[in-house]
């Protein structure tokens, strides 16, 4: 019943503007959606319709459309009882009843053909053209790639370089082959090094966005189930993944080998870095606060004493490349200590913040299963009157859904949080069951309501607690 | 789901606060709980009752949807059936909506709630509530009664006499004379009155007739306290029944010749000359501006925490009270200034930093007040006698 009230209210068409907008316009994910929803106008829950040129010229065209039809039917509707013509009758009902069917997938046809007539030429030319910029550029190239960790390694990159040299990155997460292009349009040539962060996309992408950026050093961050509907498995994202590899030879590939799942794709000659050591150079003396990360590195008499505003354990091994490829490319001890000390935590990475003497730590942006293990670590890691661990579960990791959120409750139930809260959705069946496995001990919460729970954390917190907030479930996993 | 009233408003003079220390400091916690069913009682000025769901939004008593409200709703009427059943006429059809209720949580600060007059509705409808009983929330309104109670138990004040209101005219002699026993400076103060409402220091003989006429105005009995010299003022927030629970000793910063009047309390987030409307939050005020844990020595730390369990207990406190205590830094004396059985928002910022979260403050207080009433069951209070068959 629900169902039927929401499909005929006012603010369909709204909704499914939403929708599309929620889903980057792609015709796909908005279609699953739109067939999984139970009820239209609970939709808009964590956000409301951003009305852009594009959303605004859209909901525009679907709410004529809808007029319209409905118009139409009812004329037919007339006409069919005034002449008794049932057909026509008939026909008016279809169109009255079918409008809120016929116009959520009319919807993608413009879609659909713009991409095809506009967009995809123009992106092609883009690339092309791209390619030859990259080709002539003289600086270094590095291309970071990995299921998570790629716009954190870019940034701390970024900041670190840039204290010795003049560097270009690829903005924010802007990681696709037409991001690369609009980046290279804007490098003025005399860059010393450029970073580019490869996303994953599509299988083939990696080596396609390696033959466009032609890079020289290749940084793989990491392997873990996250957007696995790309992917038919874990094996076949890591193989697309080090295909990177292949790109920049052996002995300029730097691999996370704190990730779990990249050991298995390690050849000899390529070089790891991990929270231990990194290209001869070792690391010890970790110390992990509420403000910070310190550690201290050497390499025969050569000796770094860093301390980086991120948090947590799983940033040392990105933070040790980052210097050791800023001593490779030159800059001196006091540039790359004071690169290191100027990093700090992005936001909804690990982004550390104070609520009436409580800490909490706000990972939502964080989506694999690597990075929640890190947060669980950190979680233990830190002095606490009560640690209170918050999530949702992880999305898109297709196959391995069920495995990886049982991984997950078991993990959870080692680092035996005081209190866990979950978010309710279709996968906290299974990390309830992992944390059974676990045999975890303390108080777990399911929160039907996200929103409650998050715009009222004063209510749930007191001095000294410190809760983790990992990840976070938009509308359209709803 | 336990359902639980929480009435708030009333005719007192702090009504206003109590609205924020309903929706703010307790409504929304116990919600957020999610084993309540929260119903939100609001007593008008006039005293009507009226019980709807609106009532939780603060943004009603901002404007005048409150009026509107209060134009359009119809009162509240209560059933005493060995328990209590919240009742009022529905909107459709003229049927009843009827509520039973588990327990109540009394948010009403000052004259008529805070004062015992509530808990006395509640003792007989024999509805569990939380917080102070009848005589202990007496006692503790009463500034002159809880200093009689608390010297009996051997609990220092400073020197203080009182009077009743009538006498001013009356035994205006007899009055002085008491008074000049006193060290300036002192403080007059209405008896009853919370929120330093007809509160005056008072620093010079001149300005002494003045000051006892304004108190005298707000109430029937006023009286008069020797300040303290070398003052440090502490409150201390306190949960539990028989085994009282403090929270940190908190130190109010203010200069010695400053005290915070209603104004500064509530509406200037407790700094003198400050904007006016600068809080919107009566469970801010004074509490945006003080040392947790105050700043004393351990010895007088505990010295003062002590004074303040012992005051609890001497009148005879449960749930939830807050009392307040004047220190000699220079002698290291601890006298008992105040007790108040409903502090204004909980004190809720000083548990936080205690440790205790709001949502768990508020289900300790229901399991406190769960535990009182399930004591009172035990107990014979009415029984079969002979005594009518005599006549």
């Avoid at chain 1, 994910?29 to 409301?48: C, E, G, I």
């Avoid at chain 2, 929270?247 to 104004?263: G, M």
């Avoid at chain 2, 003080?290 to 005879?316: C, H, M, R, W």
């Amino acid at each position: 019943m629900r169902l039927l009230i929401s499909l005929f209210s006012p603010n369909y068409p709204q909704t499914l503007v939403y929708m599309l907008q929620s889903t980057e316009y792609e015709a796909k994910p908005y279609l699953k959606w739109f067939w999984r929803t139970k009820d239209f106008s609970s939709v808009m829950y964590r956000r409301k319709l951003e009305k852009t040129r594009v959303a605004s010229s859209l909901l525009l065209l679907i709410s004529l459309g809808m007029v319209l039809q409905v118009v139409l039917g009812l004329a037919l509707l007339y006409l069919g009882n005034h002449r008794g013509r049932l057909p026509l009758t008939l026909c008016g009902t279809l169109l009255v009843i079918t409008y809120p069917f016929v116009w959520a997938h009319l919807l993608v046809l413009p879609l659909a053909l713009g991409r095809l007539l506009v967009i995809k030429p123009l992106h092609k030319k883009l690339i092309n053209e791209s390619k030859a910029i990259f080709a002539k550029h003289p600086g270094t190239t590095i291309a970071v790639a990995g299921s998570y960790g790629k716009t954190s390694m870019k940034e701390l990159l970024k900041t670190v370089l840039e204290q010795g040299k003049n560097v270009a990155a690829t903005p924010a997460n802007k990681n696709v082959a037409v991001s690369h292009a609009y980046f290279a349009k804007k490098l003025k040539g005399d860059e010393d090094v450029l970073i580019i962060e490869y996303g994953e996309g599509n299988p083939g992408d990696v080596v396609r966005f390696a033959n466009t950026t032609q890079p020289n050093i290749g940084v793989i961050t990491g392997l873990a189930p996250a957007h696995l509907d790309h992917y038919p498995s874990l094996q076949a994202a890591g193989k697309d993944i080090f295909s990177l590899a292949k790109a920049v030879g052996a002995n300029k590939t730097f691999v996370n080998s704190d990730s779990e799942a990249t050991k298995s794709f390690i050849k000899p000659d390529y070089h790891t870095y991990n929270s231990e050591k990194v290209m001869g150079w070792k690391i010890s003396d970790i110390k992990v606060g509420f403000t910070g990360t310190s550690f201290e590195m050497s390499k025969g008499k050569q000796h770094l004493n860093l301390k980086s505003g991120l948090l947590g354990r799983h940033q040392v091994g990105p933070l040790a490349l980052a210097a050791v490829l800023a001593d490779q490319l030159g800059l001196s001890k006091t540039q790359i200590e004071a690169g290191v000390a100027k990093t700090v935590p992005f936001e909804y990475r690990m982004q550390p913040r104070s609520l009436n003497g409580a800490w909490i730590l706000d990972d939502t942006y964080n989506g694999n299963i690597d990075g929640l293990r890190a947060g669980l670590v950190l979680l233990k890691d830190l002095p606490a009157r009560r640690r209170i661990y918050v999530t949702p579960g992880l999305v898109d990791q297709g196959v391995e859904t069920e495995a990886v959120h049982i991984e997950l409750g078991k993990a959870i139930a080692a680092a035996n949080p005081d209190k866990l809260v979950l978010m309710l959705n279709s996968v906290t069946k299974y990390i309830e069951a992992g944390l059974k496995q676990g045999n975890y001990q303390g108080e777990l919460q399911i929160e039907h309501y996200p929103l409650d729970f998050y715009t009222n954390l004063e209510h749930l917190l007191a001095a000294g607690d410190v809760v983790m907030l990992q990840n976070d479930w938009t509308d359209n996993y709803n | 789901m336990k359902t639980i009233a929480v009435i708030f408003g009333g005719r007192s003079a702090e009504h206003d606060v109590s609205i924020i220390t309903a929706l703010a400091a307790i409504i929304k916690p116990l919600e957020l709980t999610k084993k309540f069913q929260v119903e939100p009682i609001y007593i008008a000025k006039d005293g009507a009752w009226y019980w709807d769901e609106k009532l939780k939004d603060i943004s009603l008593y901002q404007g005048s949807g409150i009026d509107e409200l209060m134009r359009k709703a119809p009162k509240t009427q209560l059933l005493f059936d060995g328990s209590l059943t919240l009742f009022k006429p529905g909107s459709f059809a003229g049927r009843k909506q009827s509520k039973k209720i588990d327990m109540v949580f009394p948010a009403m600060h000052g004259t008529h709630g805070e004062d015992g007059e509530l808990m006395g509705i509640l003792e007989m409808a024999n509805v569990p509530y939380i917080g102070c009983g009848v005589a202990a929330s007496a006692v503790a309104m009463d500034k002159v009664l809880s200093k009689q109670v608390t010297q009996s138990a051997g609990i220092a004040s400073t020197p203080w006499t009182w009077f009743y209101s009538h006498d001013l005219s009356q035994n205006q002699t007899r009055i002085l004379k008491e008074i000049d026993a006193l060290k300036y400076p002192l403080f007059v103060k209405p008896a009853h009155l919370g929120s330093s409402i007809g509160i005056t220091r008072v620093t010079e003989k001149s300005l002494l007739m003045n000051a006892l006429e304004v108190a005298a105005h707000y109430d029937d009995r006023v009286i008069v306290e020797q300040a303290v010299d070398n003052l440090i003022e502490v409150t201390l927030p306190i949960i539990g029944n028989e085994v009282p629970v403090p929270a940190l000793l908190e130190q109010p910063i203010l200069h010695s010749e400053d005290f915070f009047d209603f104004e500064t309390k509530y509406m200037q987030g407790g700094k003198k000359n400050g904007k006016k409307g600068g809080q919107k939050s009566g469970t801010q005020g004074a509490q945006g501006y003080s040392q947790i844990p105050a700043n004393v020595s351990k010895e007088l730390y505990d010295k003062a925490v002590s004074v303040g369990l012992n005051v609890y207990k001497t009148v005879g406190c449960t749930g939830i009270a807050r009392v307040d205590m004047l220190i000699d830094s220079k002698t290291q004396e601890v006298f008992f200034n105040e007790i108040n059985p409903l502090p204004g928002g909980l004190y809720s910022h000083n548990w936080n930093k205690a440790g205790i979260a709001n949502v768990d403050l508020v289900s300790r207080l229901v399991d406190y007040a769960e535990s009182r009433w399930q004591d009172k069951q035990k107990l014979d209070t009415a029984f079969s006698t002979n005594f009518l068959k005599q006549f």
